[in-house]
């Protein structure tokens, strides 16, 4: 089998592992919540529509369920075959490394985009009635979409440098992002968070967005790439230096 085909074989089992049952249950139990709270909110008769769907969209989906959903998927593209040894076999195959990381990268980074951004998209939808709707969507989407590669680019590193990259990877999302960036205005420039934030913000059709974003566009874009990109490249140089012995 040449290269291609080693690496389309590699993309279907790495999809097969990232979307196994009980991750896959957890994932979609995770995007059924901002759904079941908008449902609830709009059955309530609440008023407040873009106020509290900006909430939402704040603090459950770009805040909560967002990185956690990235965390399980990043993690455990590769975490997982470092963990039970079987990298190795994956290692002996005739694909660059680069492309091993590129593909486990992508994989994750669309699964988790594709289950909180259909996520966040239906919940907005039913708790934002009017023309406002479908583009406050349409920037959640994008925003989620970019938080989605960053944030798995990041797990992703971690499972190869870390035996406990996914703690380590909720200290960062839930004390740093969580606590630190909220107290310390510079902190807020290495905040995944805040990228998210300042993408959707700047695509939300109701102006002024009502999201507590802090940096513009182009600087979440930027920062936001030169992380997915370190990370990846983080990861790209720890699978190269794995001995085929090494057993994680």
């Known amino acids: 089998m040449g290269r291609d085909g080693v690496l389309r074989q590699l993309l279907v089992l790495t999809a097969r592992q990232a979307l196994g049952r009980r991750r896959m249950l957890l994932a979609v139990l995770a995007g059924c919540a901002p759904i079941l709270v908008s449902a609830i909110y709009r059955l309530a008769g609440g008023l407040e529509y873009e106020s509290w769907t900006a909430g939402l969209l704040d603090n459950l989906v770009i805040t909560t369920l967002l990185p956690l959903v990235a965390l399980i998927f990043g993690t455990s593209v590769l975490g997982g075959e470092v963990e039970d040894g079987t990298l190795v076999y994956l290692l002996i195959r005739p694909v660059a490394r680069w492309q091993i990381v590129v593909a486990k990268l992508a994989i994750a980074a669309v699964a ?3 289950i909180i951004g259909a996520s966040a998209v239906v919940a907005i939808l039913i708790s934002l009635p009017g023309a406002a709707g479908p583009g406050t969507a349409a920037a959640a989407l994008a925003g989620v979409a970019w938080g989605a ?3 798995t680019s990041i797990a992703l590193a971690l499972s190869l440098v870390t035996g406990h990259a996914l703690i380590v990877g909720l200290a960062y999302v839930y004390i740093w992002e969580g606590v630190v960036a909220g107290l310390f205005t510079g902190t807020r420039l290495i905040s ?12 939300d ?4 967005s009502l999201l507590p974003w802090h940096l513009g566009p182009a600087t979440s874009l930027e920062l936001g790439a030169v992380v997915a990109a370190g990370a990846t490249l983080i990861a790209i140089w720890r699978l190269a230096h ?3 012995a090494e057993r994680g």
């Open 112 to 114: 988790t985009a594709v």
């Open 149 to 151: 590669l960053v944030y």
């Open 192 to 203: 995944v968070h805040q990228y998210v934030l300042g993408v959707t913000a700047a695509l």
């Open 205 to 208: 059709p109701t102006q002024p």
């Open 242 to 244: 794995f001995e085929v």
